[in-house]
């Protein structure tokens, strides 16, 4: 399985941009890479994936580097509320089809200080 | 909106009892799975299952089994509970769809103890 690592932890003032990184130097070329986060006391959310282009959503945006084997989670403007863990994870395949599966990492626990 | 449920947000059970964990979701998701989650381990894969009456380890089955009798439920099974198995315990999700559209859902956990 091809492996992730993060930060332990970050810090951010609020309303500021915070910038996630995300290394992945042995991703495949058809591993798509996933970013989740989990507030406190919550299962993990859905946040953003990428393949090989950039993409933003109404959440935050990835930048994925050209040779793909790193990535940034952008948040434009930290809340007290994005105060979670953020994991960056890399899809396997198991079966094809449809049937994935992830691994998570530790993640990095992001810190919003008001 | 996808909604994952587990049937308890919070249970203590003794030592050597048999446990039932369980989870629905109402979104005719074809893929489920089930995660515990410990502080310094991250979350780690228990079982998966692709189908109904399908089932697939993970990376840590020892000591659970898992039963999936119909589509939307897919429950966890601590045949002889045990201290160390006194975790966060999370189900998910997810449909079959094309590579570029796909994702996990979650539910809220069940925070198990066992005494």
């Known amino acids: 399985d091809a492996k992730t690592t993060q930060p332990n932890s970050m810090e951010s003032n609020e309303e500021e941009p915070v910038h996630l990184p995300c290394n992945h130097s042995t991703i495949s070329g058809t591993d798509y890479i996933h970013w989740y986060r989990q507030l406190p006391s919550q299962g993990p959310e859905y946040v953003i994936h990428?393949?090989?282009s950039n993409v933003n959503n109404r959440m935050a945006s990835l930048a994925i580097a050209e040779d793909r084997k790193s990535s940034t989670l952008i948040l434009h403007r930290a809340t007290l509320r994005d105060a979670a863990v953020y994991y960056c994870i890399l899809r396997d395949d198991i079966y094809g089809a449809g049937s994935y599966q992830l691994t998570f990492g530790k993640g990095t626990k992001l810190s919003v200080i008001p | 909106d996808v909604k994952v449920t587990q049937s308890s947000r919070y249970l203590v059970k003794r030592t050597g009892e048999k446990v039932f964990l369980e989870c629905v979701q109402d979104?005719?998701?074809?893929?489920m799975f089930w995660y515990r989650q410990d502080p310094g381990l991250g979350l780690r894969l228990i079982y998966f299952s692709y189908d109904v009456k399908m089932k697939e380890k993970g990376d840590i089955p020892e000591g659970y089994s898992v039963s999936r009798e119909k589509k939307e439920r897919f429950s966890l099974i601590l045949e002889s509970a045990s201290t160390n198995q006194t975790s966060m315990y999370l189900c998910?999700?997810?449909?079959?769809?094309?590579?570029?559209?796909?994702?996990?859902?979650f539910g809220p956990g069940t925070r198990l103890t066992v005494t």
């Open positions: 990428g393949l090989t």
């Open positions: 979104m005719d998701h074809e893929n």
């Open positions: 998910a999700s997810s449909p079959i769809l094309a590579a570029d559209k796909w994702e996990l859902y």
